[in-house]
């Protein structure tokens, strides 16, 4: 399954975003979804994760402001991130991961969607 990510942009502080990862195929019988990101210099990171089962993992720096879910008929994922601050400007990937921690990942990496949180 090839994965599209889409929905950056510029948004201010405090401002929302919601992005939205589509699948060439069927999501419906992947494990574990996930949402990373790599700012500039910096190294990619795990942002959320979500289990078939619903389960989820967040990374702390977005915990309470950041909301993973997963729609299978649309086989898309989204990532729904409030509250924005700065430090959250970086490329936007989707991948799948081999589980919640978002350690080893399945698929290649795309293009991304960037973030770009400023005034």
């Known amino acids: 399954v090839q994965l599209q990510a889409s929905g950056g942009g510029l948004v201010q502080p405090g401002g929302s975003l919601r992005l939205s990862c589509v699948g060439s195929g069927s999501i419906f019988d992947i494990d574990y979804m996930g949402w990373f990101r790599q700012g500039s210099g910096k190294r990619r990171e795990l942002v959320a994760a979500?289990?078939?089962?619903?389960?989820?993992n967040y990374a702390d720096f977005v915990k309470g402001r950041f909301t993973i879910s997963r729609d299978n008929a649309k086989n898309t994922v989204y990532l729904q991130m409030n509250s924005l601050k700065p430090e959250d400007t970086a490329v936007y990937y989707c991948?799948?991961?081999?589980?919640?921690?978002?350690?080893?990942?399945?698929?290649?990496w795309g293009q991304g969607t960037l973030v770009t949180v400023s005034s």
């Open positions: 979500m289990a078939a089962n619903g389960r989820t």
């Open positions: 991948n799948i991961p081999t589980g919640l921690s978002g350690t080893w990942v399945l698929s290649s």
